[in-house]
């Protein structure tokens, strides 16, 4: 039986000195009479602090493990079946941090998907109620569940950014069972509302059309495809087919085009 169990917790690193007293226990010497499991992970017994018919008290450090509870299973290596166990408690007390955002920028309007990576982010057991995401302090819910990669142990996270003003915000994320968090900023800015600014190259071309030309514009609301722009030159429109390319960003676009 085990009467006492010396710290009980630990974080995800182990590698704690832990001391277990016992009673009812076999008599061991030395520390190869002794055998202990974290779950299925063997560790070594550190010291027999003491041993008789009134108790057994032992020192071992532990491996490291994943987030949550461990059974832990002390059995003498010349009695099998005179077992004692008890539950051991890893404690995740990593800081999170960001890594990257994307956007950095998006309109005062919200409604666009924001991506977050983060380390120190949980693992591979990682659930949607793991994560709470807020902008400027509005909660925002995940757009997917939380997605871990195991070998790079990012933990990437998505969701719609809400309206808010025009200006820099902050987009703070916590991991709900330690309550540790971190943030980021995110720009929010004005949609267009004056006209654009173009710059065409070339300027001149045949009448015939078929011409490529560039178009850079500023002060352009961005656009994520050629459905969302109509071009016309001398009021003839150019077609959809004839968009060659396009590039937008809320601080600029770039479309190239064939001229009518």
Do not use: W
């Not at 709470?132 to 871990?148: E, W």
């Amino acid at each position: 039986t085990v009467s006492s169990v010396t710290p009980s917790k630990s974080a995800l690193g182990g590698d704690i000195k832990i001391t277990v007293s016992l009673t009812n226990f076999a008599i061991v010497e030395a520390p190869s009479d002794v055998v202990v499991l974290f779950g299925a992970d063997a560790v070594m017994v550190d010291s027999v602090v003491s041993s008789s018919s009134e108790g057994t008290k032992l020192a071992f450090f532990n491996p490291p493990s994943a987030e949550g509870k461990r059974t832990v299973t002390v059995s003498p290596t010349r009695l099998p079946g005179n077992d004692a166990s008890f539950s051991f408690t890893y404690e995740d007390d990593r800081v999170p941090v960001i890594k990257t955002r994307s956007p950095d920028q998006m309109y005062a309007i919200g409604g666009k998907t924001v991506t977050i990576t983060l380390e120190n982010f949980g693992n591979a057991a990682i659930v949607t109620a793991n994560a709470a995401v807020s902008v400027q302090g509005t909660a925002v819910a995940l757009s997917s569940a939380p997605v871990y990669d195991a070998f790079t142990q990012i933990t990437t996270l998505t969701f719609l950014a809400p309206a808010l003003a025009a200006g820099v915000q902050t987009i703070s994320v916590k991991y709900v069972p330690t309550q540790r968090s971190a943030s980021i900023s995110i720009t929010y800015v004005a949609i267009p509302t004056t006209a654009a600014i173009a710059t065409i190259s070339p300027v001149t071309g045949d009448s015939t059309g078929g011409l490529t030309v560039m178009a850079k514009l500023t002060n352009f609301r961005q656009t994520d495809a050629t459905s969302g722009m109509t071009i016309s030159v001398g009021g003839v429109s150019v077609t959809t087919a004839n968009i060659l390319s396009l590039q937008s960003s809320i601080a600029s676009t770039l479309v190239t085009f064939k001229t009518p």
